[in-house]
């Protein structure tokens, strides 16, 4: 556990909880205990959790979601000073969230927030069980693989928010295969407010014209537009748009725990990029041509899967293993892609391990199955360790590796089983 957080217990704790439950489900008979193992679970994870050191930095919580929740009611004009939006990232109206929070000592709203994360982990556990409908040793692997996920522990240790949009986005997808596709759509809306690598994947229900979940999408951003220009200033809206999101526009970002194809190049092709640097760089002539053909050959997959059978309808598993190769896509691409973010990984990994879909693979795809997930496993202290002892910056990319073979793996499954359904045909 060298390279994981001081908070991997915590985490291993919330999961094992999770498995513990599913061992004794059958016994479990009655609503009453279920119910209470669920609140003995939870009393269980704070009370632990509780003991926290409040000294820790939680630098994404403290110096973003903290900052923002003291500031948004009395000098909401901090919120985004400096061009390139240091601390606080997300849209106006999402700081009144940590508002509550703001008001309190910093290390005690921290440890207040890493509890929120913590005892998150205990439905994102359950729910990827459930929305893969996993059994046997597939539901002991997924749990396990959430348990030592480096980008989770990431995430915990930075006090993000990656692994609650993780838990949304699952009831989203769960919501859209039993058909309730409006709720999904306002959570696949509200994800993408949040994390913009999202956008893209929630608009791929647009492309095949699956208007139930557009509209939950539409009515949330109209929402929050709405209220957000009701309750803060226009100007404030204008400083977050251009300071946080197109101030980075074409000008990437090389820091270790950038993820995206831009931060790879920018790391072997920018000579003064820093992987310790997180403000965005001028791009060089041969960055720009190098990052320009590199997203047009990851979007080549996607732009295959949307032409084919433009028209014709799909299945609930059609829609679902589309949407995930345009998600990896998504975060292979977007000018920013934390490694947090690869998280998401897991949850068509638990999807392919459904008995149905993971009896149709092959040794060959299983295999580039786990090379990527090995990859996207790997604890982002691991990362730099390996780049002080070899000096090599491509050690730093080992989660874009990871996830670029994950698209390889989705797009090779989605040919497989599209020469299957042609030749059924």
């Not at 291993?12 to 061992?23: H, I, T």
């Not at 295969?177 to 791929?204: Q, T």
């Given at each position: 556990?060298?390279?994981?957080?001081?908070?991997?217990?915590?985490?291993?704790?919330?999961?094992?909880?999770?498995?513990?439950?599913?061992?004794?489900?059958?016994?479990?008979?009655?609503?009453?205990?279920?119910?209470?193992?669920?609140?003995?679970?939870?009393?269980?994870?704070?009370?632990?959790?509780?003991?926290?050191?409040?000294?820790?930095?939680?630098a994404d919580f403290g110096n973003g979601y903290y900052f923002a929740g003291r500031n948004i009611l009395a000098r909401?004009?901090?919120?985004?000073?400096?061009?390139?939006?240091?601390?606080?990232?997300?849209?106006?109206?999402?700081?009144?969230?940590?508002?509550?929070?703001?008001?309190?000592?910093?290390?005690?709203?921290?440890?207040?927030?890493?509890?929120?994360?913590?005892?998150?982990?205990?439905?994102?556990?359950?729910?990827?069980?459930?929305?893969?409908?996993?059994?046997?040793?597939?539901?002991?692997?997924?749990?396990?693989?959430?348990?030592?996920?480096?980008?989770?522990?990431?995430?915990?240790?930075?006090?993000?928010?990656?692994?609650?949009?993780?838990?949304?986005?699952?009831?989203?997808?769960?919501?859209?295969?039993?058909?309730?596709?409006?709720?999904?759509?306002?959570?696949?809306?509200?994800n993408g407010l949040i994390k913009i690598p999202m956008i893209l994947p929630a608009g791929y229900y647009f492309a095949?014209?699956?208007?139930?979940?557009?509209?939950?999408?539409?009515?949330?951003?109209?929402?929050?537009?709405?209220?957000?220009?009701?309750?803060?200033?226009?100007?404030?809206?204008?400083?977050?748009?251009?300071?946080?999101?197109?101030?980075?526009?074409?000008?990437?970002?090389?820091?270790?725990?950038?993820?995206?194809?831009?931060?790879?190049?920018?790391?072997?092709?920018?000579?003064?990029?820093?992987?310790?640097?997180?403000?965005?760089?001028?791009?060089?002539?041969?960055?720009?041509?190098?990052?320009?053909?590199?997203?047009?050959?990851?979007?080549?997959?996607?732009?295959?899967?949307?032409?084919?059978?433009?028209?014709?309808?799909?299945?609930?598993?059609?829609?679902?293993?589309?949407?995930?190769?345009?998600?990896?896509?998504?975060?292979?691409?977007?000018?920013?892609?934390?490694?947090?973010?690869?998280?998401?990984?897991?949850?068509?990994?638990?999807?392919?391990?459904?008995?149905?879909?993971?009896?149709?693979?092959?040794?060959?795809?299983?295999?580039?199955?786990?090379?990527?997930?090995?990859?996207?496993?790997?604890?982002?202290?691991?990362?730099?360790?390996?780049?002080?002892?070899?000096?090599?910056?491509?050690?730093?990319?080992?989660?874009?590796?990871?996830?670029?073979?994950?698209?390889?793996?989705?797009?090779?499954?989605?040919?497989?089983?599209?020469?299957?359904?042609?030749?059924?045909?």
């Amino acid at each position: 556990m060298k390279y994981y957080s001081e908070f991997i217990p915590y985490t291993f704790l919330s999961v094992f909880l999770v498995g513990l439950y599913y061992l004794l489900e059958n016994k479990l008979t009655k609503a009453w205990m279920r119910w209470a193992w669920w609140v003995g679970s939870l009393v269980v994870v704070i009370a632990i959790g509780w003991q926290v050191g409040v000294d820790h930095i939680w630098a994404d919580f403290g110096n973003g979601y903290y900052f923002a929740g003291r500031n948004i009611l009395a000098r909401p004009d901090q919120l985004y000073q400096g061009e390139n939006c240091g601390g606080y990232v997300n849209f106006p109206l999402l700081a009144y969230v940590f508002a509550p929070l703001g008001r309190m000592a910093k290390g005690e709203a921290g440890r207040i927030f890493f509890l929120i994360n913590t005892v998150s982990i205990m439905p994102l556990a359950y729910w990827l069980v459930k929305f893969g409908n996993l059994k046997s040793w597939r539901r002991w692997l997924a749990l396990f693989l959430l348990a030592i996920n480096g980008p989770l522990d990431y995430s915990i240790w930075l006090g993000n928010s990656t692994n609650l949009i993780m838990l949304s986005m699952i009831l989203a997808l769960w919501w859209f295969e039993r058909g309730k596709d409006f709720g999904a759509g306002i959570l696949l809306g509200i994800n993408g407010l949040i994390k913009i690598p999202m956008i893209l994947p929630a608009g791929y229900y647009f492309a095949r014209r699956q208007w139930k979940v557009v509209a939950g999408g539409v009515l949330a951003v109209g929402v929050v537009i709405v209220l957000s220009l009701a309750f803060t200033s226009l100007s404030l809206n204008r400083m977050w748009l251009n300071n946080c999101i197109l101030s980075f526009s074409g000008r990437p970002v090389g820091a270790f725990n950038n993820q995206s194809v831009a931060a790879v190049l920018a790391r072997e092709l920018i000579p003064e990029s820093g992987i310790r640097y997180w403000l965005p760089l001028e791009p060089t002539p041969l960055f720009s041509a190098a990052s320009r053909m590199a997203v047009f050959l990851l979007f080549v997959p996607v732009i295959v899967i949307l032409l084919d059978r433009w028209k014709s309808p799909r299945t609930k598993s059609e829609h679902l293993l589309e949407f995930f190769m345009v998600l990896v896509c998504s975060l292979l691409t977007s000018p920013i892609s934390w490694t947090h973010y690869f998280m998401f990984l897991l949850i068509p990994t638990a999807y392919y391990f459904e008995d149905r879909l993971f009896a149709k693979g092959t040794k060959g795809l299983n295999l580039l199955l786990l090379i990527s997930l090995i990859l996207i496993t790997i604890p982002a202290d691991l990362t730099l360790a390996l780049f002080d002892a070899t000096g090599r910056r491509g050690v730093l990319s080992v989660h874009f590796w990871g996830g670029a073979l994950f698209y390889i793996f989705l797009f090779a499954l989605w040919l497989r089983r599209r020469k299957s359904a042609l030749e059924k045909s």
